[in-house]
Antibody, heavy 120, light 108 residues
Framework: QVQLQESGPGLVKPSQTLSLTCTVSSGSISSGGYFWHWIRQHPGKGLEWIGYIYYSGSTYYNPSLKSRVTMSVEKSENHFSLKLTSVTAADTAVYYC????????????WGQGTMVTVSS | DIVLTQSPGTLSLSPGERVTLSCGASQSVSSSYLAWYQQKPGQAPRLLIFGASNRATGVPDRFSGSESGTDFTLTISRLEPEDFAVYYCQQYGSSPVTFGQGTKLEIK
């Protein structure tokens, strides 16, 4: 069973760049047939979609975050990454990675999430 | 953006009861690309229903989904203690992907 695991700093200073990685285990990110997503959840709030990347490197970002978001895929490491620039306290959230099949497009598999706090 | 409005915000029910959760979309959801997720405290969301009415792998058959135009429903035929959680609908047919604000099921 494929598993996803987010990793990265739990604390980021305002104006800096948030960098997270999602490592894929028991499956290959290069196999195609999947979209690899990032989603976040502000404390006590609902879910916000950040964007996705395909194994080929093609991306699609939420327009509300597009100017600050970059996603990349590292096939040799079997992981994909999220960078969010110029962070503020409003970016404090639990960040999840998830996998969706190109067939159903629903988010069948999720990582456990990682809490990122933006504070000086 | 497609806005999904879930109702009610909170439901207080007892185990064994039947419950229907609603999700209304501000416009047509492409190809019935509507999903339902369950989230328990401290956990990631879990996919329950995709394509409006298809149960995900391992989801008990007491969960069912349906659609009528731009209105979608999640029904739990008989609540089990482990079903008390927050439920989100999601549309993934149009960009950006959007989620409803959630319905919390709490034990009465």
């Amino acid at each position: 069973q494929v598993q996803l695991q987010e990793s990265g700093p739990g604390l980021v200073k305002p104006s800096q760049t948030l960098s997270l990685t999602c490592t894929v285990s028991s499956g290959s990110i290069s196999s195609g047939g999947y979209f690899w997503h990032w989603i976040r959840q502000h404390p006590g709030k609902g879910l916000e979609w950040i964007g996705y990347i395909y194994y080929s490197g093609s991306t699609y970002y939420n327009p509300s975050l597009k100017s600050r978001v970059t996603m990349s895929v590292e096939k040799s490491e079997n992981h994909f990454s999220l960078k969010l620039t110029s962070v503020t306290a409003a970016d404090t959230a639990v960040y999840y990675c998830a996998r969706a099949t190109t067939a159903t497009r629903a988010f069948h598999i999720w990582g456990q999430g990682t809490m990122v706090t933006v504070s000086s | 953006d497609i806005v999904l409005t879930q109702s009610p915000g909170t439901l207080s029910l007892s185990p064994g009861e039947r419950v229907t959760l609603s999700c209304g979309a501000s416009q047509s959801v492409s190809s019935s690309y509507l999903a339902w997720y369950q989230q328990k405290p401290g956990q990631a969301p879990r996919l329950l229903i995709f394509g409006a009415s298809n149960r995900a792998t391992g989801v008990p058959d007491r969960f069912s989904g349906s659609e009528s135009g731009t209105d979608f429903t999640l029904t739990i035929s008989r609540l089990e203690p482990e079903d008390f959680a927050v439920y989100y609908c999601q549309q993934y047919g149009s960009s950006p992907v959007t989620f409803g604000q959630g319905t919390k099921l709490e034990i009465k």
